[in-house]
């Protein structure tokens, strides 16, 4: 049975290699899924398409919304 899932997604981008300042950000995805885990890895797949120079991922799923 597929749900519908709230996934946050915190994404951390660092503008060059050598500097080490950052920018972070959180990403809000509703993600249909048969599981907790397929929806958060369909997240970190769609936030990788949506940030490609993102470093670090955190993905969470944090309620069941249908």
Do not use: W
């Not at 951390?12 to 995805?29: G, H, I, M, P």
């Amino acid at each position: 049975m597929v749900h519908t899932y709230e996934v946050l997604v915190d994404i951390k981008e660092f503008a060059d290699l050598t500097v080490n300042t950052c920018q972070s950000e959180t990403t809000r995805y509703e993600v249909d899924a048969e599981s907790k885990e397929r929806a958060n890895g369909m997240a970190r797949v769609m936030a990788k398409c949506d940030h490609p120079r993102g470093t670090e991922y955190d993905v969470r799923v944090t309620r069941l919304l249908r």
